[in-house]
């Protein structure tokens, strides 16, 4: 069955520092991942997202994530976090089969804390 | 840019109750997802259309219904509301079922 693992419940960096949150997937065809971002009682805003082509893909708000399909990961990065980047990360897949109806499957969040 | 428009916002229930809350997608959008967060939880699928047809069905209770209309908008009808069904529901629309998703900004059910 297809699933998604984010280690990392709660991480805090310190503001300016760099930042990667991890994410595991498994599924059995070739997936689609995503990376969203949820503030306090807001909706999902959509950083980035993999289909195909270069495993690594630049998103908004300065983020940038790598596909590796040997380690089933992808792994979101920002070089220097800002204040305003403290929210909660979901990393998302979907399926790219002959059955895909399009729905995702989230993993359980990470919250990021940022220390001014 | 139009985006996902979610009514109501917030739904204060009390048990047993029922609750209809609506989605209207992006314009052209033909493909309708709800999914259900709890509280410090993930978003959980529940139901999904295309072109107006059921394409999907995730762990949505049978007290749950929800439908496509011929505009596009969905409605997910909710029938002997429980505590447990406390939560943000969300909609999401997409064009065709690519996968890329955008979200509207939920609805808060709060049932007591």
């Known amino acids: 069955a297809q699933s998604v693992t984010q280690p990392d419940i709660h991480i805090t960096v310190s503001e300016g520092a760099s930042l990667e949150l991890r994410c595991n997937y498994s599924?059995?065809?070739?997936?689609?991942l995503f990376w969203y971002v949820q503030s306090p009682g807001q909706g999902l805003q959509l950083l980035l997202k993999?289909?195909?082509?270069?495993?690594l893909v630049q998103g908004i708000k300065g983020f940038e994530a790598e596909f590796k399909r040997s380690q089933s990961s992808f792994n979101l990065r920002k070089p220097s976090v800002h204040w305003s980047d403290a929210a909660e990360y979901f990393c998302?897949?979907?399926?790219?089969?002959?059955?895909?109806?399009?729905?995702?499957?989230f993993g359980q969040g990470t919250t990021l804390q940022v220390k001014p | 840019a139009a985006g996902v428009i979610q009514s109501p916002r917030h739904l204060i229930k009390e048990k047993r109750e029922t609750a209809t809350l609506k989605c209207y997608p992006i314009?052209?959008?033909?493909?309708v997802y709800w999914y259900q967060q709890g509280p410090g939880q993930d978003p959980q699928f529940l139901i999904s259309?295309?072109?107006?047809?059921?394409?999907d069905k995730g762990s949505i209770p049978d007290r749950f219904s929800a439908q496509q209309f011929s505009d596009y908008h969905s409605e997910l009808n909710m029938s002997s509301l429980e505590l447990g069904d406390s939560a943000l529901y969300f909609c999401?629309?997409?064009?065709?079922?690519?996968?890329?998703?955008?979200f509207g900004p939920g609805t808060r059910l709060t049932v007591t």
């Open positions: 999401a629309s997409s064009l065709g079922t690519s996968n890329e998703q955008y």
């Open positions: 993999y289909f195909s082509g270069d495993t």
């Open positions: 259309f295309y072109e107006k047809m059921q394409s």
């Open positions: 998302a897949v979907g399926a790219l089969s002959s059955s895909n109806t399009g729905k995702l499957i």
């Open positions: 599924y059995g065809a070739t997936p689609y």
């Open positions: 314009p052209r959008h033909d493909t």
